[in-house]
């Protein structure tokens, strides 16, 4: 089991969570993160005053899922994330060793 952590732009969650549901993946988590890596932050006008803004609202959203999933979710996120600018954001797949549902103490895929 894997767990894949992609960071990417808000205004890209409707289209990614509508592409992630069309292969089979319905269970996510989405968290609203700030962060910066090559586009540096954005400078910014406020009341004539010009600043920069060096960490970037983006979202983190996390699945879980099988090891025969992991290349069809990573492809998925790729096209439904990317816009083919600077800030795209990054994927990150983690080794999953355990995953026990609350609920009903179900483990491994199961419990996904």
Same mark, same amino acid.
């Given at each position: 089991? @894997?767990?894949?952590?992609?960071?990417?732009? /808000?205004?890209?969650?409707?289209?990614? @969570?509508? /592409?992630?549901?069309? &292969?089979? +993946?319905?269970?996510? #988590? +989405? #968290?609203?993160?700030?962060?910066?890596?090559?586009?540096?932050?954005?400078?910014?006008?406020?009341?004539?005053?010009?600043?920069? +803004?060096?960490?970037?609202?983006?979202? @983190?959203?996390?699945?879980?899922?099988?090891?025969?999933? +992991?290349?069809?979710?990573?492809?998925?996120?790729?096209? /439904?994330?990317?816009?083919?600018?600077?800030?795209?954001?990054?994927?990150?797949?983690?080794?999953?060793?355990?995953? &026990?549902?609350?609920? #009903?103490?179900?483990?491994?895929?199961?419990?996904?």
């Amino acid at each position: 089991m @894997k767990k894949i952590e992609c960071i990417t732009r /808000a205004m890209k969650l409707a289209e990614i @969570k509508e /592409a992630l549901n069309e &292969i089979g +993946v319905l269970g996510m #988590t +989405v #968290t609203d993160v700030r962060g910066c890596g090559r586009q540096r932050g954005r400078h910014e006008l406020y009341r004539g005053s010009e600043y920069t +803004v060096s960490l970037l609202p983006k979202i @983190k959203i996390e699945v879980a899922v099988t090891d025969d999933l +992991v290349d069809e979710v990573v492809d998925t996120l790729l096209k /439904a994330a990317r816009t083919g600018e600077i800030g795209d954001g990054k994927i990150f797949v983690l080794p999953l060793e355990r995953v &026990i549902r609350i609920r #009903t103490g179900e483990e491994g895929a199961e419990a996904l």
